[in-house]
């Protein structure tokens, strides 16, 4: 069976500093795979998508970036946070060309001090 | 763009009644509609995918329909239980890109 894994579960960082999230599928090949961010409270905000190896599309644009180094990780990146870039990240990955759910990871929570 | 309303205010209902959840979306046609439950602290999790050319989609205790028309989607439990207490989205597709877009969510409070 498939699964996801996205780490670390929690994060607190201080303003200007850098960041890396890693986000792992297995049990499945070739899958599109999405970064969102959900404020307290709020919807799911879509900041990245990709549907194959250095494939990324940028939804927001913002100080993060994306990047995509194997078929099966999803990687979320940032030079220097800002206290904005606070809350919850949650990785997830959808099968095929379209109208397919889409399977999360367990997030991990952003708190930059 | 694609705007999409639900209920922002908590759905508070008694146990074993049937809950009703909206979901409004306009300036778009989605070629269909997904709903997912999310518990605090998790990432949310697929409960249920209709299409446009489908009225009503059931599982189990789930049921959901799709007005094209109204521009809405309707999502019911029946006989709720306290452990159906959790916040339900709603998402659209963005038209043939693969990637969705979800609505802010409606949170479900059952009481026992």
């Known amino acids: 069976s498939q699964t996801i894994h996205q780490w670390p579960a929690t994060l607190v960082q201080p303003v200007g500093s850098p960041l890396s999230l890693e986000c792992t599928v297995e049990?499945?090949?070739?899958?599109?795979l999405y970064w969102y961010r959900q404020a307290a409270g709020r919807g799911l905000q879509l900041l990245f998508y990709?549907?194959?190896?250095?494939?990324i599309s940028s939804e927001v644009p913002q100080n993060l970036s994306a990047s995509r180094p194997q078929d099966r990780q999803f990687i979320l990146s940032s030079k220097k946070l800002l206290l904005s870039d606070s809350g919850f990240y949650l990785c997830?990955?959808?099968?095929?060309?379209?109208?397919?759910?889409?399977?999360f990871g367990d997030g991990t929570r952003l708190s930059i001090l | 763009s694609q705007k999409i309303e639900q209920n922002s205010e908590a759905l508070n209902i008694q146990e074993g009644k049937t809950a009703t959840l909206t979901c409004n979306y306009t300036?778009?046609?989605?070629?269909?509609l997904q709903w997912y439950r999310q518990d605090p602290g998790r990432g949310p999790v697929f409960l249920l995918l209709?299409?446009?050319?489908?009225k009503e989609k059931r599982k189990e205790r789930l049921k959901v329909t799709f007005d094209t028309t109204l521009k809405q989607s309707l999502f019911h439990i029946t006989a709720s239980q306290p452990a159906d207490s959790a916040t339900y989205l709603c998402?659209?597709?963005?038209?043939?890109?693969?990637?969705?877009?979800f609505g802010s969510g409606t949170r479900l409070q059952v009481q026992p």
């Open positions: 997830a990955w959808s099968a095929g060309q379209g109208n397919q759910p889409q399977h």
């Open positions: 049990g499945t090949s070739n899958p599109n």
């Open positions: 990709s549907v194959g190896i250095g494939q």
């Open positions: 300036n778009y046609s989605p070629a269909y």
């Open positions: 209709i299409r446009e050319n489908e």
């Open positions: 998402a659209l597709d963005r038209g043939g890109r693969r990637a969705l877009t």
